[in-house]
């Protein structure tokens, strides 16, 4: 079974702050991983993902996240925070289950920027 | 292209009413999928369609019914509405479910907004 957990429903940072997001995984196969954007009263927009190669993987908007295997984990960073990056943000993790590529969705770190 | 769309946007049903969400995409994606947000809960999924053709359960199947008419379109139905089922509720798209993994990005419908009361 694959899972995800994201640390912190509520994160704030002021306006120019490092922005961190945490996200840890479990999988029983190797994972693709995503970040997804919620902007308020809207559907979700793939950030950015990871499926091979490059461990860094970069995104919209100046973000990037890492894939760490030996921690389970893919973060998501941004080193200057804009007010326009208030949003709920979901990690998922993608694996094959019973036949089909189930994602997995965390349920959400909403961000506040404080100017 | 539009991409995912859903209608209605808004929706208020009585208790025991019954409705259909539409959702339909234009970007020729294999596999379709309805998902519920609501709060502190993340995302979970109601049905997917990995092909025309084919329906499957997911996470939270109960008290819904899906129907893929063709391969634009994925509609969810609610024959007797209850008040759990109060809840933002999203369709979104991908190429396919095996294969490469570029396939498995998901594109969202903008959502319903669903209160039953």
């Known amino acids: 079974a694959q899972s995800v957990t994201q640390l912190g429903s509520h994160v704030s940072v002021s306006e120019g702050a490092l922005v961190l997001l945490r996200c840890n995984y479990s999988?029983?196969?190797?994972?693709?991983l995503f970040w997804y954007v919620q902007y308020p009263n809207q559907g979700l927009q793939l950030l950015l993902k990871?499926?091979?190669?490059?461990?860094l993987v970069k995104g919209i908007n100046g973000f990037e996240a890492e894939f760490k295997k030996s921690e389970t984990s893919f973060h998501l960073t941004k080193p200057s925070a804009h007010m326009s990056d208030a949003a709920e943000y979901f990690c998922?993790?993608?694996?094959?289950?019973?036949?089909?590529?189930?994602?997995?969705f965390g349920t959400g770190t909403k961000l506040q920027v404080i100017p | 292209n539009a991409g995912v769309t859903q209608t209605p946007k808004f929706q208020v049903l009585k208790t025991g009413q019954s409705m259909t969400l539409q959702c339909a995409q234009d970007?020729?994606?294999?596999?379709m999928y309805w998902y519920r947000q609501d709060p502190g809960m993340g995302l979970r999924l109601i049905y997917y369609?990995?092909?025309?053709?084919?329906?499957d359960k997911g996470e939270v199947p109960n008290g819904y019914n899906v129907s893929r008419l063709n391969k634009r379109e994925f509609s969810l139905r609610l024959e007797s509405a209850a008040p759990s089922q109060t809840s933002v509720y999203f369709c979104?798209?991908?190429?396919?479910?095996?294969?490469?993994?570029?396939?498995?990005?998901?594109?969202f419908g903008p959502g319903t907004r669903l209160t039953v009361t």
């Open positions: 979104a798209s991908s190429t396919g479910t095996s294969g490469r993994p570029s396939s498995y990005e998901q594109y």
């Open positions: 999988s029983s196969v190797p994972p693709y």
């Open positions: 990871y499926t091979t190669g490059a461990t």
């Open positions: 998922a993790v993608s694996g094959k289950s019973g036949g089909y590529q189930k994602v997995t």
């Open positions: 970007m020729n994606h294999n596999s």
């Open positions: 369609s990995a092909s025309e053709g084919t329906t």
